[in-house]
């Protein structure tokens, strides 16, 4: 069984910046994809980001493609998520989610966070 705590959230003025921690716990990580979600309020969880295994490769949602970084740290069976100029339309609760069953980018991972507030100003 994996734990995924998320950190890092919280209120920032459009344009501001953000990084989003995620750690896992119970069992490594190491091994698996990892990706962030969000979900705005009344809207589905959307995909943002994923990651491999090992950092080699990473995908984003082109709503955020140049302006989010995905990266992890396998020792510290952590994810990050960097978030450069926001957009109020990036406000969100932010999912970690390792170990994707189907496809990174859809919602279908077995382990998922309890998720983080993120708030951006105009």
């Known amino acids: 069984q994996v734990q995924l705590v998320e950190s890092g959230g919280g209120l920032v003025q459009a344009g501001g910046s953000l990084r989003l921690s995620c750690t896992a716990s119970?069992?490594?990580?190491?091994?698996?994809?990892m990706g962030w979600f969000r979900q705005a309020p009344g809207k589905e969880r959307d995909f943002v980001a994923a990651?491999?295994?090992?950092?080699?490769?990473?995908w984003y949602a082109d709503s955020v493609k140049g302006r989010f970084t995905i990266s992890r740290d396998n020792a510290k069976n952590t994810v990050f998520l960097q978030m450069n100029s926001l957009k109020p339309e990036d406000a969100a609760v932010y999912y970690c989610?390792?170990?994707?069953?189907?496809?990174?980018?859809?919602?279908?991972?077995?382990?998922w966070g309890q998720g983080t507030q993120v708030t951006v100003s105009s």
């Open positions: 990651i491999n295994w090992n950092g080699g490769s990473t």
């Open positions: 989610a390792a170990v994707p069953l189907t496809r990174y980018s859809s919602n279908d991972y077995r382990y």
């Open positions: 119970g069992r490594s990580t190491s091994s698996y994809p």
